[in-house]
């Protein structure tokens, strides 16, 4: 387990996930996770990549990471970062008070 970088809890977590949904690299069909929260879903994808290392089938992974459309993170749209970055009443003594 320390190999890969994980403690013993965060291995058993990966265990568990790649358990339940080790169907979805049978099947390949991914859309029951769509609507999951982006935390579960990154939970699952984190252990269906572990799991497909370990089978040896980290190709058919990519496929379907890719396929699906799947993301390691939600990225946050360009233009909205910029205007939280630049909207004046987010500065910190407005925070502070």
């Not at 069909?29 to 252990?47: A, G, P, Q, R």
Request: proline share 0%.
């Amino acid at each position: 387990m320390e190999s890969i970088g994980l403690n013993r809890v965060t291995m058993k977590t990966r265990i568990a996930y790649a358990r339940r949904y080790d169907h979805l690299m049978v099947t390949g069909d991914f859309s029951e996770i769509m609507e999951f929260s982006n935390d579960k879903k990154k939970h699952i994808m984190k252990s269906l990549a572990l799991l497909s290392k370990y089978l040896g089938c980290y190709d058919r992974w990519q496929d379907y990471k890719n396929r699906y459309q799947l993301k390691w993170t939600v990225s946050r749209d360009s233009l909205a970062s910029f205007q939280i970055m630049t909207n004046l009443d987010n500065e910190f003594s407005n925070m502070v008070d």
